[in-house]
């Protein structure tokens, strides 16, 4: 069997710089032009990086926990790591394609592989129009903001508004209200992913909104467009044994 070309992608974490430098005396760093893998040595926020780094360039990642939680990533453990890559499990990932507009009417695109997230910028909450597929579904949520989150991405954000966890495959969206004062039942939505969705900004100027795509800021926005990103696509390799639709279902039984 012929050697497995790997690129190593280390954050500037002791840990991680640590963990580079063991794997880098057992295994040869191909360059990424010609490499088979990535392999990422940090936490979920470094992977979040890289993959944003990588998307729709159709090399696999495989992440190796080197940060705290680690949802993303795999055990650390570099014996027989070219084994361990060639038996691992591979989960294609979409990200959400955001579209927003300022009340400058400046147009801002983004992509996020966890979320889409509308977040209040003063002392007064925001109050947010909801269309799914053209048809309005709440004129007005009375709110702090609210997530769009991909089944990635549920366990993040989303988890802490008291949002859904999507299993990995589930073929749907999430849409959590974060801190919602109207409708007071209103708890979110589970959406189809070719869904698409649009949140506008009532009394926009009074009480003004920021659109977060993972990294990307936008303040002041007057309307917000998401949908899943079909035709974009990330491969991430997952161990067998622990995969990420195993620590989906393993999450939602925490105490």
Request: aromatic fraction near 6%; proline fraction near 6%.
């Given at each position: 069997?012929n050697?497995?070309?790997?690129?190593?992608?280390a954050?500037r974490?002791p840990c991680?710089?640590?963990?580079?430098?063991?794997l880098?005396?057992?295994y040869?760093n191909?360059?990424?032009?010609?490499?088979?893998?990535?392999?990422?040595?940090?936490?979920d926020g470094f992977m979040?990086?890289v993959m944003?780094?990588?998307?729709n360039?159709g090399i696999?990642?495989y992440g190796m926990n080197?940060?705290?939680i680690?949802?993303?990533?795999?055990?650390?453990?570099?014996k027989?790591?070219?084994?361990?890559?060639r038996k691992?499990v591979?989960?294609?990932l979409?990200p959400?394609?955001?579209?927003?507009i300022t009340?400058t009417?400046?147009?801002?695109?983004?992509?996020a592989?966890n979320?889409?997230?509308?977040?209040?910028?003063?002392?007064?909450?925001?109050?947010?129009r909801?269309?799914?597929?053209k048809?309005?579904r709440?004129?007005?949520?009375?709110?702090d903001g609210?997530?769009?989150?991909?089944?990635a991405?549920s366990?993040?954000y989303?988890?802490s508004a008291?949002?859904p966890i999507?299993?990995?495959e589930?073929n749907?969206?999430?849409?959590t209200?974060?801190s919602?004062f109207r409708?007071?039942?209103?708890?979110?939505?589970?959406?189809p992913k070719?869904a698409e969705?649009?949140?506008?900004i009532l009394?926009?100027s009074k009480?003004?909104?920021?659109?977060v795509a993972?990294?990307t800021?936008?303040?002041?926005v007057?309307?917000?467009k998401?949908k899943?990103?079909s035709?974009?696509?990330l491969?991430?390799?997952f161990d067998p044994e622990?995969?990420?639709?195993?620590?989906?279902?393993k999450?939602?039984?925490?105490d």
């Amino acid at each position: 069997m012929n050697a497995l070309k790997m690129h190593f992608l280390a954050d500037r974490t002791p840990c991680a710089k640590e963990a580079l430098k063991a794997l880098l005396q057992l295994y040869p760093n191909t360059p990424t032009t010609k490499a088979e893998v990535i392999v990422v040595l940090g936490g979920d926020g470094f992977m979040l990086k890289v993959m944003h780094r990588y998307l729709n360039k159709g090399i696999p990642l495989y992440g190796m926990n080197r940060g705290t939680i680690g949802f993303l990533m795999n055990n650390y453990n570099i014996k027989n790591l070219p084994s361990r890559i060639r038996k691992s499990v591979t989960i294609n990932l979409h990200p959400l394609e955001m579209l927003a507009i300022t009340e400058t009417k400046k147009e801002v695109k983004a992509m996020a592989i966890n979320e889409v997230s509308l977040l209040r910028q003063t002392r007064q909450a925001a109050n947010i129009r909801v269309i799914i597929n053209k048809k309005k579904r709440l004129d007005n949520l009375v709110c702090d903001g609210v997530i769009v989150a991909t089944p990635a991405g549920s366990t993040a954000y989303n988890l802490s508004a008291h949002g859904p966890i999507l299993p990995i495959e589930a073929n749907l969206m999430v849409l959590t209200p974060i801190s919602a004062f109207r409708p007071r039942r209103w708890h979110g939505a589970l959406l189809p992913k070719a869904a698409e969705i649009e949140l506008e900004i009532l009394q926009a100027s009074k009480r003004p909104v920021n659109a977060v795509a993972d990294y990307t800021e936008v303040k002041n926005v007057k309307s917000v467009k998401v949908k899943e990103a079909s035709n974009v696509s990330l491969p991430v390799l997952f161990d067998p044994e622990h995969n990420l639709e195993e620590r989906v279902l393993k999450e939602q039984f925490q105490d």
